[in-house]
């Protein structure tokens, strides 16, 4: 390794590669969202549209790359063995930073994590070099970091949360005003219009000023400068003509149109602005080793050089442009990272993806007070005019898992979205701002859901919480990212030819297991016993489906009682553990099946309303008997956690009983389901006194015991909570075969159906 910075070029190159794949797999998903979550367009011409707008978009981002070469430090402080290692501790942290995100599947900013990686890179290198000298201090920092340029980026960075924000719920308040959610027949006439302005906004911000950060602006200065109001009239007199005919000659709506040319003009704007942040410090890292070599290939050399002006490197752009593209259409991570935003701006109920928490229990709290403090004000007739635009239209209830396939929100909140968020960030490169694309698009995503009233009191403190904990981790993106850079640097200064091989194999090893976790989480296979929610409208397919889930928690009860006495005989910690997670994720699923009886009812046949009562007394005796066995799993885990004395052998032979006793009643009702032999059911229900009687016995047994020769309190306390409970456990099942073999020898007789399921609920 004679030549270490050579060694440094290749793996930064190699980085490079490697942070252009995790970072488009965060970032790229973000201008898609939009067309993907409206599911105007398919998929696959999404795709095609977008890879067209990133190959258009790396073109335009070679006047960003100013910003990593001297826009957070000032290069002609450090010398060039300094400024190689700066880059390397950059790309090391930036794509484990990354990563990391997307393996959680949440949206961070590539713009936040490579300022803030070059920030805190360079002012520890700043401080070591500090450190090195007798003549200078701590508040001679200020002469190494360019903190006027910093400043601004950062600013610019927050601030773009705010105006994403504000902008995008203001633009979407009043198209939704207008358009309504009816808004078919209106788009035929005023979408002309709507089209005409939201396609001259996106050609304008993004074609004209995008254009100002490119070597290809000059060409065209002079027929742009000063004639920007006629370029505007004129773009808007040809969009809405184009519209008109568009609606015309396809007899559909133009905000397909919108969608896809919004979709596209995002991709170019996120290429534009974004490339810098995956290959603009190993483009910096190239020409610190070109002037190194000409200048005699001195380590301790000034990097002044990188103050100048560089041309753009079109070969490497486009490249750069190719790699982006195949990642877009490759990566699985990047489905998960874009679930996350989709589900949070949702028009409708889904599985939320977030757990409520105090500070959005608060936000949800005071707006809504705030909410009710303004209608007090606002005159009435007013209100009613505006809750007219805002009524949804009466649709099918859905749910949850029906809206995950169903459009999370229609065409006119997906043209905003993309029109604002383009213009947004094109705005900002034209001005060589290197705005957080995360950031912005998910802020207009976020502001147009609240407008467009989808966070509503059945989801607002889901959404609320989701969007504080992406916003929390995009400060802990440039937390950790600012510290992160600095050890690495640090860990690297001390002995680069020892500490670089090292710290890229660690890298190499991360990203490994983090690619296996999330291919492991992503791949959901669902269980041969597991819970499904009913979809018949009719009694008979109701009693059918509630069998296939009767079968399948009696053999998942029967397997999970077994373990919990298995694994305290044993003492076996592991086993217990493990069926801690069993039980909570059996009760999980049937609490889904509890959340679905709103939609359950929705669906139902007039003729078959009576299988409702049939179908919440089911889930009412499987939830009694999922709970009986949480507790049995809970108690014994936290007898052999807590290492308590072992019970005695007699104990243990008499759970062992009951254990097999229980094992026969669990198996013959199973099969009994299984196969549809419902006759088979009063069987069972004859046998329920026999095991209630051997329930009793052991107890009394234990009593006994406690009275002569029992010395531990906790086990007694062990003893009667596992038997008491089984108790419960059998009578909450023998409820439930009851309710069912009543209600199956009703059906017989569809006519008298609800009254019989009545008289049965009754007894």
């Known amino acids: 390794m004679d030549n270490i910075y050579l060694f440094m070029l290749i793996a930064i190159t190699v980085l490079a590669v490697v942070d252009i794949v995790v970072g488009v797999s965060n970032d790229a998903i973000n201008f898609l969202n939009s067309a993907i979550g409206s599911k105007a367009i398919s998929l696959r011409t999404i795709m095609i549209v977008a890879s067209l707008g990133i190959f258009i978009g790396a073109v335009f981002s070679s006047g960003m790359m100013e910003v990593a070469r001297k826009g957070i430090f000032v290069p002609a402080q450090f010398e060039f063995s300094e400024i190689m290692l700066i880059f390397m501790a950059v790309m090391i942290t930036d794509i484990l930073l990354l990563d990391f995100f997307n393996t ?59 105006i994403a924000f504000t902008i995008g719920a203001a633009v979407q308040w009043v198209s939704r005003l207008i358009f309504t959610f009816n808004y078919e027949n209106k788009i035929k006439n005023v979408g002309v219009v709507f089209g005409g302005v939201a396609l001259t906004a996106i050609t304008y911000f993004i074609f004209l000023k995008g254009l100002k950060g490119t070597p290809y602006y000059s060409d065209l200065e002079g027929m742009v400068e000063g004639n920007e109001v006629v370029i505007i009239l004129g773009s808007f007199v040809f969009w809405v003509l184009f519209s008109y005919i568009f609606q015309i000659v ?152 029906q809206s995950i396939d169903a459009p999370a929100f229609d065409m006119i909140r997906a043209s905003v979205n993309l029109m604002v968020a383009g213009v947004l960030i094109a705005l900002a490169t034209s001005m060589k701002l290197p705005l957080s694309t995360t950031y912005v698009t998910f802020m207009v995503a976020m502001g147009s859901s609240l407008a467009d009233k989808a966070w509503g009191r059945e989801s607002a403190v889901y959404r609320v919480a989701g969007v504080l904990n992406v916003i929390g981790g995009w400060f802990g993106t440039a937390i950790g990212a600012f510290f992160a850079s600095g050890i690495v640097v640090f860990l690297i200064n001390w002995n680069p030819k020892v500490m670089t091989p090292i710290l890229l194999l660690l890298t190499a090893v991360l990203l490994y297991i983090n690619y296996s976790s999330h291919k492991k989480t992503s791949t959901k296979t669902i269980e041969e016993d597991s819970l499904t929610k009913a979809e018949s409208s009719s009694v008979q397919g109701v009693i059918q489906e509630s069998a296939k889930n009767i079968a399948n928690v009696v053999k998942r009860g029967n397997r999970i009682y077994t373990n919990a006495i298995n694994g305290l005989a044993k003492q076996d910690v592991g086993l217990l553990k493990k069926n801690k997670k069993q039980i909570v994720k059996l009760s999980d699923e049937v609490d889904d099946l509890r959340d679905n009886i709103f939609y359950f009812i929705k669906n139902l046949d007039e003729s078959s309303i009576g299988a409702s009562n049939f179908y919440i007394n089911i889930l009412g005796h499987l939830q009694d008997m999922v709970q009986s066995l949480e507790y049995i799993t809970k108690v014994t885990h936290k007898h ?124």
């Open 104 to 162: 959680l599947g949440l949206p961070t900013s590539t713009t936040v994590s490579i300022v803030f990686n070059l920030l805190g890179a360079a002012v520890v290198m700043s401080l070591i070099k500090i450190s090195a000298t007798d003549d200078q201090t701590f508040a001679d920092l200020g002469n190494y970091i360019n903190t006027e340029t910093a400043s601004t980026i950062i600013i610019g960075i927050l601030l773009s949360v705010i």
């Open 250 to 401: 396809t007899k559909k709506t133009v905000l397909l149109f919108v969608i896809a040319v919004g979709t596209f003009g995002l991709a170019l704007a996120f290429s534009g602005n974004d490339l810098v942040n995956f290959i603009g410090v190993p483009m910096a890292a190239y020409h610190s080793y070109e002037a190194w070599i000409a200048g005699g290939m001195d380590p301790s050399m000034s990097m002044a050089v990188l103050e100048k002006k560089v041309p753009a490197e079109p070969l490497i752009l486009f490249i750069s442009g190719g790699i982006m593209v195949l990642t877009l259409w490759f990566s699985k991570k990047a489905k998960t990272v874009a679930e996350t935003e989709i589900s949070l701006s949702r028009q409708g109920e889904t599985h939320e993806k977030f757990e409520p928490n105090r500070l959005s229990r608060s936000v949800v709290k005071r707006t809504t007070q705030l909410s009710s403090y303004f209608s007090i004000i606002i005159p009435t007739s007013i209100q009613e005019r505006l809750a007219k635009s805002f009524t949804k239209p009466d649709n099918v209830m859905l749910t949850k898992d």
């Open 640 to 763: 052999v956690n807590n290492n308590h004395k072992k019970l005695k052998f007699s104990q243990i032979k008499e759970l062992k009983e009951v254990d097999e006793r229980f094992e026969t009643f669990f198996d013959n009702t199973k099969k009994a389901f299984d196969s549809r032999s419902f006759e088979e059911i009063g069987v069972i229900l004859g046998r329920k006194q026999e095991i209630i009687t051997l329930v009793t016995d052991k107890i009394q047994k234990q009593v006994a015991r406690t009275r002569t020769e029992e010395s531990s309190p906790k086990n007694t306390t062990l003893y009667f909570s596992i038997l008491l409970e089984t108790k419960d456990l059998l009578t909450a099942t023998m409820n439930l075969l009851e309710e069912y073999h009543g209600a199956h020898d009703a059906s017989v007789e569809p006519a008298t159906l609800p009254n019989n399921i009545e008289v049965i609920e009754e007894k």
